[in-house]
């Protein structure tokens, strides 16, 4: 057997520079690149190593971890899951600082490779620098935090542990049903030791998704259930984006009418004019789609793991009599709420779906009354979004400006706050991809840099990143990265001076202003942040302007220009669009000296009461 002697980095860089996958009929790298910031548990190693092949896998440095993760998941997201990134950091904090994004790897089945640096296998120099010592157990390590929010784990304390974990977080991260986060803790002096390999651990591979198809007794039960139904209902879910099946629903949508709503990860699946879709559904819901959702008789997931959003924390499939069917390439999604299962990829559900059909429409009188309340609905968003004068305008007409300034191949990224619930709500996708949101684990502080690893995905369209001050505050070091690296975004930021939907939220459920805007904080100074002068230090080109007209003007400025900018506009915290929506189970405490509460919390009750009235 022919062998080559690598240090355990070498080894590692080389096989996953090696590993291919098939997009389109063509092979391409699985990773396009890698991220890294380097520290003592890193940088001997696996910095030597990622040196030597940075002309096929290319190593690119980032100012936070977390940060650098949250571009590397919105890369792979933006991507379908068909490539992904890797990310290291040194142990202890820098490894610690991915674990939150590894959680929203994790929760939105996005593909990351994570190689923190890790403790002395041989614990000779025990406690090394940053070591976390467990009392009680010795083999604890703080990358023992990766354990719950990582699809595979695996410390790596001998050089040849490599030749099965390597496959094994491939064979992960190209899953359909079980692709996530994976994370190889590497200790840093095995890094550096040497093995002899055989050479053929590092011949290319190609890597193909499966397109699983469904039971056949599955999807005559779900087509017999259509047939039976006078209001069926499709929920679209980011299932349906990640396995490229949009197409597919958008043809099955026009052939038999059965309405379509979105989930936040579902948004764009179709076209926001085409005949059949009704927009979001959920909490930060259309009026039509949530009418829908009460009045159907067949629910039908595809692609979503029915998060309380979308479901208004169950209430909106509570209804006795109605039937609901989770199409799914996880069986542990496709069982969700009690459903009738269809276990399979979402495309190829579709298309044997479509054929067991035939010529089957859905009933008249529901295609028109839906279509009636998407007309409804339209007319309601656009008086949401219509341009004002008012110095400090709402969310809703800021969305507004910024979607008639973009052309069709533009993307939003957003993240956290009450902006997630708007743009759901009001933006209008035009092609699929168009629409990039974060809602599963709603992290604020992905914005910024999810919007680099989407321009990074696909760097030929306009990249249009807008978020909260609260999140701009959160994390902003990836503006310095944006602009280093020539990968252009528009960053809009929309200072509410405070968390505005937190106070709305602290507020409906009875609760005193209190610790969310900065005026209702225990500040001894209110802080007057120029958010403006802050993106123009770390590169961008910015400006801080007053009204829609003047934003509208300067997103002209912001698509012009050649790199980086960002523009910060203030808006009123207490306005948010009342028009759609559904109940969000958030409980108001029991006893309380406010009345206000004490309302909040008799109205909750008498929401649960309803609901387990309806049995």
Aim: hydrophobic share 45%; net charge neutral.
């Amino acid at each position: 057997m022919s062998t080559v002697r690598l240090t355990a980095a070498q080894a590692a860089v080389r096989y996953l520079a090696a590993q291919d996958v098939e997009v389109d009929g063509a092979s391409v790298p699985f990773f396009a690149g890698v991220w890294a910031i380097f520290g003592h548990g890193n940088v001997a190693g696996l910095g030597e190593a990622l040196h030597g092949v940075r002309e096929t896998l290319p190593t690119w440095r980032a100012h936070n971890e977390q940060a650098m993760a949250h571009a590397a998941i919105a890369y792979a997201k933006q991507k379908r899951r068909e490539r992904a990134m890797i990310c290291t950091t040194s142990i202890g904090p820098g490894a610690t600082n991915m674990v939150t994004a590894a959680a929203l790897a994790h929760v939105n089945r996005l593909p990351v490779l994570l190689l923190p640096g890790d403790v002395y296998a041989s614990r000779r120099p025990d406690p090394v620098l940053q070591q976390v010592e467990d009392f009680a157990d010795g083999t604890v390590s703080a990358n023992d935090c990766f354990r719950p929010v990582s699809r595979y784990f695996d410390r790596i304390t001998r050089p040849e542990q490599l030749l099965a974990a390597l496959p094994r977080a491939m064979a992960v991260l190209t899953d359909p049903a079980d692709c996530g986060p994976v994370t190889l803790a590497f200790c840093q002096d095995v890094q550096a030791q040497a093995y002899d390999w055989p050479e053929r651990v590092f011949a290319r591979r190609t890597w193909r998704r499966r397109r699983s198809p469904a039971d056949p007794r599955e999807i005559a039960g779900l087509a017999q259930r259509l047939r039976e139904a006078k209001a069926p209902l499709i929920v679209a879910g980011g299932g349906v984006l990640y396995g490229r099946a949009e197409a597919a629903l958008a043809a099955f949508a026009a052939r038999t009418g059965v309405p379509v709503a979105e989930t936040q990860a579902g948004k764009g699946a179709l076209a926001w004019d085409h005949a059949a879709s009704l927009g979001a559904i959920g909490v930060t819901g259309t009026s039509a789609a949530n009418a829908a959702a009460a009045a159907a008789d067949l629910v039908v997931g595809v692609g979503t793991r029915l998060q309380d959003f979308t479901t208004g924390s169950r209430a909106l499939f509570a209804h006795p009599g109605r039937v609901l069917t989770q199409v799914n390439v996880a069986a542990f999604d496709a069982h969700k709420h009690d459903a009738e299962p269809v276990v399979g990829d979402a495309g190829a559900v579709l298309e044997a779906l479509s054929e067991a059909l035939g010529d089957w429409r859905a009933p008249k009188a529901w295609i028109e009354r839906a279509k009636a309340g998407v007309a409804s609905w339209n007319a309601e968003a656009e008086v949401a979004m219509r341009a004002s004068e008012a110095p400090r305008p709402s969310d809703a007409q800021v969305i507004g400006a910024v979607w008639r300034a973009m052309d069709e191949d533009a993307v939003v990224v957003c993240a956290a706050g009450g902006l997630p619930g708007e743009l759901h709500k009001l933006w209008r996708p035009r092609r699929p991809g168009g629409y990039h949101l974060e809602y599963g684990y709603s992290c604020m502080g992905y914005e910024i840099a999810g919007g680099l690893g989407v321009k990074l995905a696909e760097p030929d369209r306009e990249v249009v990143v807008m978020l909260g001050d609260g999140s701009y505050l959160m994390m902003n070091s990836e503006i310095a990265t944006s602009v280093a690296m020539g990968k252009k975004l528009i960053v809009v930021v929309l200072d509410n001076r405070g968390f505005g939907c937190i106070d709305r939220l602290q507020r409906e459920t009875g609760g005193a202003p209190f610790n969310n805007l900065l005026a209702d904080a225990a500040y001894e100074t209110v802080p007057a942040i120029d958010f403006a002068a802050h993106a123009a230090s770390l590169g961008a080109r910015s400006e801080k302007v007053t009204g829609v007209a003047a934003l509208e003007a300067a997103l002209v400025r912001a698509r012009a220009s050649d790199r980086t900018y960002a523009i910060v506009v203030e808006t009123d915290p207490a306005i948010s669009t009342t028009a759609g929506g559904a109940w969000w189970d958030v409980a108001a405490p029991e006893v309380s000296e406010r009345a206000e509460a004490r309302a909040a919390r008799a109205a909750y009750e008498a929401r649960l009461a309803d609901l387990q009235g309806r049995g």
